[in-house]
């Protein structure tokens, strides 16, 4: 690890060098499917069943041999297929059977007429229109093959994934243990929701965000509270999280002001990784180790701890908890007035995105910016991110908020 102490990296080799060093957790464990939310895979899923898993009707109405088909003819109905109660009898040459939607379709016969095509006689069916050869039917494995990888490791089981795995009649899974995360706020200013503020202080915020977005990653969170700014009792902190936890996340103590002690004890205790990234908000933001735990020590400012959170340490808990890492999805939008970019720092702004008349994404400022200013996030829906003055009407790259903090 090189230390950065002068000149902050940028966002991507901050990302890079995080990636770089975070291996999975190795531990797997096996869940049931209806308790699978939010796992993340640890081996590919390979169906143990064809889908369909057998000829079935797509439609209620009537199945036949297309061969025996000819315009004006009427089909005398040999039986009835229903889902789960197949037909086992014969059909005749000619004669047609009633089937529903899931029905098997028996061998022989290759082509299902839905039932609004038809009209009944007193000898059987007519045809109303005519029949497409091999209508209507969902073939045999014609979506997926025994031994076909149908979900990879590393995917998180999310309402899609869920009932695919249910449909290939699989009860449970093998993921990756659900990761520990000991969090913790630092500030001998900072005081609990609740209590009665004294001269000089405010109330932490910075847990409450940080521990919600942990939870949509599916993570335990363990919440070790306000620390103040005293290295003995961060010093013991900082060994208690790395005993029980996978990763230790901390706001405040790493600006300028008060970087030393916690400098200092991941010298001491760990080693430091970087110190600063050239983003807006949230320049100060330390990466390294407590003993062999990584530990992202985010700035004290609730917006620039929320944003780092996102931007940075999301991408890392995801790799760390053995996610496959996707980049973030980011679109251009038109900008709805002029953006200023900051010097040197890519400026992650909160703004609102959405779609004009004609059909196009413009974005929007939700307001003032300064990196303690919580009611233009909450009122975003993404970020805008700014790298140069950006003009009004013109194209700058947007990126909608994930479902971690929605
Ligand atoms: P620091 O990074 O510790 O220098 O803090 C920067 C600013 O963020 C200061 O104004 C702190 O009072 C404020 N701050 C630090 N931690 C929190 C927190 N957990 N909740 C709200 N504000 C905080
Ligand atoms: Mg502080």
Redo the contacts with the bound molecule.
């Keep these: 690890m090189s230390c950065c102490d002068a000149g902050a990296m940028s966002v991507q080799d901050a990302l890079t060098t995080m990636l770089a060093q975070i291996t999975p957790v190795s531990a797997h464990i096996t869940v049931p499917l209806t308790t699978a939310q939010g796992h993340i895979l640890a081996e590919n899923v390979l169906s143990p069943l064809n889908m369909p898993p057998f000829d079935n009707s797509a439609m209620d109405g009537y199945a036949f041999r297309f061969a025996d088909w000819r315009d004006g003819i009427v089909m005398p109905v040999a039986g009835t297929a229903l889902a789960g109660q197949p037909f086992s009898g014969e059909i005749p040459v000619g004669a047609c059977l009633r089937i529903m939607t899931g029905a098997q379709v028996p061998a022989g016969l290759d082509t299902v007429i839905m039932q609004e095509h038809t009209a009944q006689t007193s000898e059987g069916v007519l045809f109303t229109q005519q029949p497409k050869a091999k209508a209507n039917i969902r073939y045999l494995g014609e979506e997926i093959r025994i031994g076909d990888v149908v979900l990879t490791a590393g995917t998180r089981l999310h309402a899609r994934a869920l009932p695919l795995l249910a449909t290939l009649g699989l009860p449970e899974v093998k993921v990756h243990r659900r990761l520990k995360v000991a969090i913790f ?3 001998d ?2 005081k609990l929701p609740g209590t009665p503020l004294h001269e000089g202080e ?6 409450y965000g940080i521990e919600a977005m942990l939870n949509r990653m599916g993570i335990e969170c363990l919440n070790f509270g ?1 620390i103040p700014d005293d290295p003995a009792q961060l010093r013991d902190t900082f060994i208690q999280a790395a005993q029980t936890a996978d990763a230790i996340i901390t ?5 300028v ?2 970087a030393d002690y916690t400098k200092d004890l991941l010298l001491e205790l760990g080693e430091v990784g970087f110190w600063s990234v050239a983003m807006k908000p949230g320049k ?1 933001f330390a990466f390294g180790k407590i003993r062999d735990k990584h530990f992202f020590g985010l ?4 917006v ?2 929320f944003v780092t959170f996102y931007q940075l340490v999301q991408p890392a808990l995801r790799k760390l908890a053995g996610e496959i890492s996707v980049a973030p999805l980011r679109i251009p939008a038109i900008a709805e007035h002029n953006f200023r970019s900051a010097k040197n720092r890519v400026d992650f702004q909160r703004g609102y995105m959405s779609v004009n008349t004609e059909g196009q994404i413009t974005v929007r400022s939700t307001g003032a910016q300064g990196s ?1 200013m919580f009611t233009s996030l909450c009122a975003a829906n993404c970020f805008v991110i700014v790298e140069n003055d950006v003009p009004v009407g013109t194209s700058v790259t947007v990126e909608l908020f994930n479902e971690i903090v929605n």
Excluded: M
């Excluded at 405010?202 to 847990?207: A, K, L």
């Excluded at 700035?299 to 609730?302: I, L, V």
């Design positions: 706020s630092t500030g200013e900072l405010i109330y932490d915020s910075n847990r306000i706001s405040g103590g790493v600006s002001g008060e100060p700035p004290g400012n609730p620039s701890a303690g």
